[in-house]
């Protein structure tokens, strides 16, 4: 064979191979790189859009936090003054009490003062007749001389 005509042959193979290759293989491939290449894009973006909500997520997490601090403190705060005010009550009323308690005291402290000046004074008083009595050796009417011993027993 002649070396003209395989390379003529040669160099139409080729044509027919590229030519077959850019019709039926070339795009199908083409295709497919420009697919992987749009999902490559829509996964960088979707990256993307996630570092941008995840950083929105953060922000808003950490407000909900500060704010939710901010109410426990509102709170604390407010349970200590209700306890505060509890505790005043308290004390405002144990005082009361007390004072009521040291009156009732004090009333019946009176009153023991009064019952024991009373016996001591009709005691007083029929000490007073005895000694009379024996004085003047003879019988004492009580009930005729009452009127002389509640004088003397005002006196005392």
Avoid at 2 to 17: C, E, G, K, P, S
Avoid at 47 to 75: F, N, V
Avoid at 132 to 150: F, G
């Amino acid at each position: 064979m002649n070396l003209n005509a395989t390379l003529i042959v040669q160099f139409v193979v080729f044509f027919v191979l590229v030519f077959v290759t850019m019709k039926f293989v070339w795009p199908p491939v083409m295709k497919a790189l420009d697919e992987r290449a749009e999902r490559i894009a829509n996964g960088l973006a979707a990256a993307d859009r996630g570092k941008a909500e995840m950083a929105a997520a953060e922000k808003r997490i950490a407000a909900e936090l500060a704010a939710t601090r901010d109410e426990s403190a509102k709170r604390i705060a407010d349970a200590e003054k209700r306890a505060q005010a509890i505790i005043d009550d308290a004390k405002q009323t144990a005082n009361v009490e007390a004072a009521r308690i040291v009156s009732a005291a004090h009333a019946d402290a009176e009153q023991q003062v009064t019952r024991a000046r009373e016996e001591l004074r009709g005691q007083v008083a029929a000490l007073a007749v005895k000694g009379a009595e024996q004085i003047l050796k003879r019988e004492v009417n009580a009930a005729a001389h009452a009127d002389l011993l509640s004088q003397l027993s005002t006196e005392l």
